[in-house]
C-alpha cells in the first residue's frame, strides 16, 4: 500500500498487510475523483434532459425551462472537469473517453429533440452532428502520430452551439427567438469552419508522422 519492499513493512518476505486493499483503494480514489465525477453527472443529465424536454409534448414552456437548466449544468460542468483535471493531475483513461462521449452526448440530445419537435432544421442537425462525429473519428485516426490541440475557434464554436440551443431550448418569441436564429447561424459557420481546419491540421500531421516513420526506417536501413 505504501509502496515500499516487504521487508521494510513487516519483515522479509512477508507482504505488507492490506497491500492488495490498499492498491484497490488508490485505484478508486484515482477513479472517483472529481472530475470524473462531474462527467458522470453530465452524463446522467443526458436522459434527465430529454425527459424534461419531450414532458406534454415538449411545448410547455415551464418543462422547457428545467431542461434548459439541466442543459445548462451540463455545459457548465463540461467547463470545469477538464480544467479540474488538467490543474490537479486528475487525468484517468475514464475520464479521457467519457469526456468527450459526455460532451457529444447532451449537444446530440438538444439538437435530436429540438429537430424533432420541427424546431430546429434537420439539416443543421445533420451538419453538426456529422461533424462532432467526424473530429472525434479523425482524432483517433492520427493519435499515433500526434494530438491535435483544441484551437480557439473550437472553443468559440462550443460555446456558439452551446448558447445556440440553450435558447431555442428554452422556446423563446419575439426578438429573442430572431436572436437565437442568428447564433444558430453563427454557431453552424463556426462548426464547419473549424471542421475543415482540423481536416487541414489532421492531414498534415498525418503527413508529417510517415515522412518521420520513412526517415527513422532509412536510418535503420543505412546502420544494418
Known amino acids: 500500500m505504501t509502496g515500499v519492499p516487504a521487508s521494510a513493512a513487516g519483515g522479509a518476505g512477508r507482504p505488507a498487510p492490506g497491500g492488495k486493499l490498499g492498491a484497490a483503494a488508490v485505484n478508486q480514489a484515482s477513479l472517483w475523483?472529481?472530475?470524473?465525477?462531474?462527467?458522470?453527472?453530465?452524463?446522467?443529465?443526458?436522459?434527465?434532459?430529454?425527459?424534461?424536454?419531450?414532458?406534454?409534448?415538449?411545448?410547455?414552456?415551464?418543462?422547457?425551462?428545467?431542461?434548459?437548466?439541466?442543459?445548462?449544468?451540463?455545459?457548465?460542468?463540461?467547463?470545469?472537469?477538464?480544467?479540474?483535471?488538467?490543474?490537479?493531475?486528475?487525468?484517468?483513461?475514464?475520464?479521457?473517453?467519457?469526456?468527450?462521449?459526455?460532451?457529444?452526448?447532451?449537444?446530440?440530445?438538444?439538437?435530436?429533440?429540438?429537430?424533432?419537435?420541427?424546431?430546429?432544421?434537420?439539416?443543421?442537425?445533420?451538419?453538426?452532428?456529422?461533424?462532432?462525429?467526424?473530429?472525434?473519428?479523425?482524432?483517433?485516426?492520427?493519435i499515433r502520430h500526434g494530438v491535435i490541440p483544441a484551437s480557439r475557434g473550437g472553443k468559440m464554436k462550443t460555446l456558439a452551439q452551446g448558447t445556440a440551443v440553450g435558447m431555442y431550448v428554452l422556446a423563446l418569441t419575439g426578438p429573442l427567438a430572431t436572436l437565437r436564429f442568428w447564433v444558430m447561424a453563427v454557431a453552424v459557420v463556426l462548426t464547419v469552419a473549424t471542421g475543415l481546419d482540423y481536416v487541414r491540421q489532421a492531414v498534415v500531421l498525418r503527413r508529417r508522422g510517415l515522412a518521420a516513420q520513412r526517415t527513422a526506417g532509412a536510418r535503420e536501413g543505412g546502420h544494418a
Not at 88 to 113: E, H, Q, R, S
Request: aromatic share 12%.
Open 33 to 142: 475523483n472529481i472530475a470524473n465525477i462531474l462527467t458522470m453527472v453530465r452524463l446522467l443529465l443526458v436522459p434527465g434532459f430529454v425527459v424534461l424536454m419531450l414532458q406534454h409534448g415538449g411545448y410547455d414552456p415551464v418543462w422547457r425551462a428545467w431542461a434548459w437548466a439541466a442543459f445548462a449544468v451540463a455545459m457548465i460542468t463540461d467547463v470545469f472537469d477538464g480544467h479540474l483535471a488538467r490543474t490537479y493531475n486528475l487525468v484517468t483513461d475514464f475520464g479521457k473517453i467519457a469526456d468527450p462521449i459526455a460532451d457529444k452526448a447532451i449537444m446530440a440530445a438538444g439538437l435530436l429533440c429540438l429537430s424533432a419537435l420541427e424546431e430546429l432544421p434537420w439539416w443543421v442537425t445533420g451538419v453538426i452532428l456529422f461533424r462532432e462525429l467526424g473530429i472525434t473519428l479523425m482524432r483517433f485516426w492520427v
